[in-house]
């Protein structure tokens, strides 16, 4: 029979063995972060050949580690499409993000797919005129009647204390009953008319932006769990949605100043160089009067969307070319001057952007001085928000004093979410050294970002998009493909490595949060598509008039549409009898039936008639070929069932049409256009693509710390439903994809 101390020591380990059993397991003490890193652009074909070349050390280690393999993007491949699917686990035709562009069905017209510009009431709305005097009235005479009333019961009480004189004290009483009134009413008939001034000078509605998008992302549900975390220039999250536990930076979405996606400006006294630009991609060109002495000339900044006039709020600017002509002063009005020198860039200048006396919006842009003889070349970046001085339309971080703490800490940063310029690539008034110079400038503090946020020891998930594979892939595939149109051996020669090279800093950033990572912790490396050449453009909507689906009214419907004209309120579509016309083409590779009851202007009936339409456009579409390589356009085309399965009638488009490696849709033909040639050249910068691909021809990369599945090649949707297996969190909705682990 046990002994006494047997007996307790039996039950001290039978209490220890129940309480460890009851304990909450030790692994949710030491809960694993999960850290994502995106890449935009990165190609897996690129990314697997750096990897067995060992120039990517980082993500071959991570492959080593856990596994590596091809992604499979939405449909079509493009950022906001793919990256929306990431956010939420949901696919395009649930988030409704499906193009960069959508159409308006009632009235045909491009449309911005991402976001869409609303009108929030300023303060009292339409009734500012009345309610901002008043209130400034109300409020000065309560505030001032009663601090007079006090101080003068004060001093009555003192001068019937000191004579004990009861009638001078009744006396005192009564002033102080009337005195403050009066004085009262002066005063709120002084802030009542200083109320009427500054109501005229108010906007009664201000531009409010609203996010397209449907679906939570992953981050929110895990902020309602209790989930610290840090979400850095995720696409489609402008305006930053504030959710519990939670920061974020928005990414792609954020315009420049002016509204657009960017809206670089260029300086030059070459009197010919607009007449030799085409100018699809809306760069301000600034004809300079002189190329010597002193200059006046204008800065653009935002179209005036609170007031009538003027159109477009300008701030002068004063250049000044030195004597000896080796240097140009820069001098935006209410900025410190500047001077540059040929191939410098200047700091961040903020400019200041007056509505009327008492409205002002700041921005922040940089200069580079590209020449100043024979002619002046100078290169203005598009203006970006500025991020301490945020209108309060602009929401671009969550929770909203955000951005200006990172601007506090890092200095200015880039905040419109198509970062690098493009566009000033694309129309050549910059080069490739001067592009590739700003791609260093944008991703750096960013980087630094992204360590110290890795560094904070209660945060348990880290999202960090970065766009710069997929822009400098844009501008320089040109030269990994002899074949291509705008190749030249010379400057091949030079940036042919350029892509590659930023596939290393890919892997540099990688392994920054590598050293991070604790036993547990999580890593997860992806990007949303790949990449292929484009050398030659295809226009559907010529294709559709040749094949008697879209009637012209007269000549051959053929125009010129850029940027200002999607974002402005140009015409559109000035040709087309719609009447006649059964199906039309818009965005990168969408086609529209032209429907009854859902079309401004359908003639095709729903049911069997809209089937048979958008079958014979599908079979007859898909063996186009190009006369001039004999090779197929089309790889495939895919019904809205097919590409999706759940989808919104109303908005998602009838077919998608995906080319083979060579061949994109033509910039005028995602504008509608209808050009007069079905197949052109790609001659241009922006050389690479995948917007309109088949997306099994450019498959982005998926990087994991865990063993992948090798039964399989994941899409994007997985992504999503792995964090939330990982982070232990239910998803709200049931998701398109399943957890890799």
């Given at each position: ?49 750096g990897v067995a070349e060992g120039r990517l050390p980082n993500l071959a280690a991570l492959a080593a580690k856990g596994g590596f393999t091809a992604l499979t993007p ?210 301000e060109l600034v004809r300079l009067e002189s190329n010597k002495g002193t200059i006046e000339t204008e800065v653009f900044g935002p179209y005036n969307k609170l007031f ?170 040109r030269f990994l493909d002899p074949q291509h149109p705008a190749y030249d051996a010379a400057k091949a020669a030079t940036w042919g490595p350029a892509i590659e090279k ?240």
């Amino acid at each position: 029979m046990p002994s006494v101390s047997q007996k307790s020591r039996f039950r001290s380990a039978s209490v220890l063995v129940l309480a460890l059993a009851l304990a909450p397991p030790l692994a949710a003490a030491a809960a694993p972060r999960v850290i994502v890193l995106g890449f935009d652009g990165a190609d897996h074909a690129l990314v697997a050949k750096g990897v067995a070349e060992g120039r990517l050390p980082n993500l071959a280690a991570l492959a080593a580690k856990g596994g590596f393999t091809a992604l499979t993007p939405t449909i079509p491949a493009q950022t906001p499409v793919s990256w929306s699917t990431f956010s939420t686990g949901l696919s395009p035709g649930r988030t409704l993000i499906f193009d960069f562009l959508k159409r308006n069905p009632k009235t045909y017209r491009p449309e911005f797919a991402i976001e869409e510009e609303g009108r929030k009431s300023f303060l009292f709305g339409k009734g500012n005129r009345v309610g901002v005097p008043a209130v400034l009235g109300i409020v000065s005479f309560v505030l001032v009647a009663g601090l007079l009333k006090i101080l003068l019961k004060r001093r009555v009480k003192g001068f019937a204390g000191s004579d004990g004189d009861a009638a001078s004290g009744r006396s005192g009483a009564r002033t102080a009953s009337v005195a403050p009134l009066l004085a009262a009413l002066g005063v709120a008939a002084i802030f009542t008319f200083i109320g009427i001034r500054i109501s005229s000078l108010l906007p009664s509605e201000i531009p409010w932006p609203i996010n397209n998008r449907r679906g939570t992302p992953f981050w929110e549900e895990a902020g309602r769990k209790g989930i610290a975390s840090v979400v850095m220039h995720v696409p489609v999250t402008f305006p930053a949605a504030d959710y519990d536990h939670g920061r974020l930076l928005s990414g792609l979405g954020v315009t420049d100043v002016r509204g657009r996606v960017g809206t670089p400006s260029y300086y030059t006294s070459d009197p010919f160089f607009a007449a030799k630009n085409k100018n699809e991609f809306s760069v301000e060109l600034v004809r300079l009067e002189s190329n010597k002495g002193t200059i006046e000339t204008e800065v653009f900044g935002p179209y005036n969307k609170l007031f009538k006039e003027p159109p477009i709020i300008k701030t002068p600017m004063t250049l000044t070319v030195a004597p000896d002509g080796g240097s140009l002063t820069v001098a935006p009005k209410g900025s410190q001057p500047l001077t540059l020198k040929v191939g410098e860039w200047s700091p961040w200048v903020v400019f200041t952007f007056p509505f009327n006396s008492l409205v002002k919006m700041t921005g922040i842009g940089r200069f580079h001085l590209a020449s100043l003889s024979p002619e002046i070349r100078l290169y203005l970046s598009p203006i970006h928000f500025n991020p301490s001085d945020l209108p309060p339309s602009v929401k671009i971080a969550a929770p909203a004093g955000l951005s200006k703490k990172l601007a506090d800490r890092y200095g200015l940063y880039k905040t419109m979410g198509w970062q690098i310029d493009t566009w000033s690539m694309s129309e050549e008034t910059i080069d490739e050294k001067t592009f590739l110079e700003d791609v260093d400038h944008t991703v750096e503090p960013f980087r630094k970002m992204m360590n110290d946020f890795l560094d904070e020891k209660d945060l348990r998930l880290f999202v960090q998009i970065y766009e710069f594979p997929d822009r400098v892939a844009h501008c320089f595939w040109r030269f990994l493909d002899p074949q291509h149109p705008a190749y030249d051996a010379a400057k091949a020669a030079t940036w042919g490595p350029a892509i590659e090279k930023t596939y290393e800093r890919m892997d540099a950033i990688v392994g920054d949060a590598m050293k991070k990572l604790g036993p547990e912790d999580v890593l997860i490396v992806l990007s949303d598509h790949g990449f292929a050449t484009w050398r030659r453009s295809v226009n559907y909507n010529t294709w559709l008039v040749q094949n008697g689906f879209m009637t012209l009214k007269g000549g051959d419907g053929s125009q010129t549409a850029d940027l200002e004209m999607l974002f402005g309120q140009g015409e559109f579509w000035p040709n087309v009898d719609w009447s006649r016309t059964k199906a039309y083409a818009m965005g990168l590779g969408d086609i529209y039936v032209n429907l009854k009851g859902r079309e401004g202007q359908g003639c095709i009936s729903p049911g069997a008639e809209y089937e048979a339409v958008r079958e014979e456009i599908r079979k007859k579409l898909v063996t186009l070929v190009d006369p001039k390589t004999s090779q197929r356009a089309i790889s495939r085309i895919f019904t809205r069932e097919e590409a999706y399965g759940s989808f919104d009638a109303d908005v998602i488009p009838d077919l998608f049409v995906t080319n083979t490696a060579g061949t994109r849709i033509g910039w005028q033909g995602t504008l509608g256009v209808v050009t007069k040639e079905m197949f052109e050249d790609n001659a241009q910068v922006w050389s690479g693509d995948h917007c309109s691909l088949d997306p099994a021809l450019v498959p982005g990369i998926l990087f994991a710390n865990r063993a992948l599945p090798k039964d399989k090649q994941p899409g994007i949707a997985d992504v999503p439903a792995t964090i939330y297996h990982v982070l232990g969190v239910t998803p709200p909705a049931k998701l398109d994809g399943v957890s890799l682990f």
